[in-house]
């Protein structure tokens, strides 16, 4: 499966890629290179932990290298007064009548503890290109599923500060 990525997620991911490669690993080698010097390395704790961290920059770089590759480039345009990508929603839960405010994001930036809804999950896939006033059907499975009512859009300015998680 491709993940679907904006043109905005790639540019960040390109630039994390740039400051692990160009800052964070010559530090990293460093810091190898000071651990191994303090001798017998087989009771060497700050060479382990060294080489952990260094290990673990590469694999995000590499992680973030893949997703790249595989990327499907999507759209973040919709039309002003549909929901699409980036848009902030304050949707009616219907069970309940309670409030609660949403940002529509790819699937890389998504966090639903930070309000940020992914367009693959079934909240951001029912929501896609209704307006305001619309009472949409979210199926979690089939057997269960809630209504919401959409109270508002609004059109948010990407500016690229929901990061990119990491996994």
Not at 6 to 26: F, N, S, Y
Not at 30 to 51: H, I, W
């Amino acid at each position: 499966m491709f993940n679907q990525l904006t043109q905005k997620d790639i540019d960040a991911m390109e630039a994390e890629i740039e400051e692990r490669k160009l800052v964070l690993r010559p530090k990293l080698l460093e810091a190898v290179k000071e651990a191994r010097a303090q001798g017998d390395l087989s009771e060497n704790f700050e060479y382990y932990a060294a080489k952990k961290e260094k290990n673990k920059n590469e694999s995000r770089i590499r992680f973030l290298e893949r997703m790249i590759k595989t990327a499907e480039l999507i759209s973040d345009d919709s039309a002003a007064d549909e929901i699409g990508m980036n848009n902030t929603v304050v949707v009616e839960i219907e069970e309940d009548g309670s409030l609660e405010t949403y940002k529509i994001v790819t699937t890389m930036r998504g966090n639903s503890l930070e309000g940020l809804v992914s367009i693959e999950s079934p909240m951001g896939k029912a929501l896609l290109g209704h307006k305001a006033g619309d009472r949409v059907y979210v199926e979690v499975n089939p057997n269960y599923g809630y209504y919401l009512i959409v109270k508002s859009i609004e059109n948010t300015v990407d500016d690229g500060s929901d990061k990119i998680r990491s996994f």
